[in-house]
């Protein structure tokens, strides 16, 4: 079945680098996707990736996509406090929803 | 602005009680999604809507209902069958066959049960 599996927890240091590693099971979804959620709100679409695609880069943010490991992975360069945050993986499921993994949380410490 | 309002933002309710938790959006999508979140445990999908009069149960629908009598909004009630409600309460849309798949996510409605 879908299934989607994250780290639950991630501390660095500002300024370094941080990558939260996600793995997935459904080859076929055409888009993988990365939401940020802050404490008590919604979720935020940070960036996507489409299924074609090795990487993306936008700004901060470089995504590399492993379709032979079914392997996502997310990295934040010169981590802020304010990208504290939980950071959750998602593919497409079969009913148009999007199947979430448990969510990293990332701490950055000053 | 357009986006996804849920309401309340925070709800008590007693053991046995039904609630209801709103959810409109003026964004024109199809297809509406209500998620739970508890503590570890990720999004868990309850309910979804792909047009209007109609909706599917989700991975943990047990204990909730939902009704999609217009396009712009999809209630979700928590009843006294469910057992364990206390939960963070998401509501999403996006549009349906179409586009990047993503959905657009409001935010939250935290139910406690005392």
């Known amino acids: 079945g879908e299934d989607v599996e994250q780290s639950l927890f991630l501390s660095v240091r500002e300024g370094d680098s941080s990558v939260i590693n996600c793995t997935y099971t459904?080859?076929?979804?055409?888009?993988l996707y990365w939401y940020k959620q802050e404490p008590g709100a919604g979720l935020q679409l940070l960036t996507y990736?489409?299924?074609?695609?090795d990487m993306k880069q936008d700004q901060r943010l470089t995504v590399l996509l492993n379709k032979k490991d079914k392997h996502l992975s997310l990295r934040i360069a010169d981590t802020q406090t304010g990208d504290s945050a939980i950071y959750f993986c998602?593919?497409?499921?079969?009913?148009?929803?999007?199947?979430f993994g448990k969510g990293t949380k990332l701490s950055v410490k000053p | 602005d357009g986006g996804i309002t849920q309401s309340p933002k925070y709800l008590f309710r007693k053991e046995g009680q039904n609630v209801t938790l709103s959810c409109e959006q003026n964004?024109?999508?199809?297809?509406m999604y209500w998620y739970r979140q508890d503590p570890g445990q990720g999004l868990r999908l309850i309910y979804y809507?792909?047009?209007?009069?109609?909706?599917q149960k989700g991975d943990i629908a047990e204990g909730y209902s939902v009704s999609r009598e217009k396009k712009e909004s999809f209630p979700l009630t928590v009843t006294s069958a469910q057992k364990n409600p206390t939960a963070f309460y998401l509501c999403?849309?996006?549009?349906?066959?179409?586009?990047?798949?993503?959905?657009?996510f409001g935010e939250g409605s935290r139910l406690t049960v005392l």
């Open positions: 459904d080859s076929s979804s055409t888009y």
């Open positions: 999403a849309s996006s549009i349906r066959g179409r586009g990047t798949g993503e959905l657009f």
């Open positions: 998602a593919e497409g499921g079969s009913q148009g929803n999007l199947i």
């Open positions: 964004l024109n999508h199809d297809a």
């Open positions: 809507s792909q047009i209007v009069n109609d909706f």
């Open positions: 990736i489409f299924s074609n695609m």
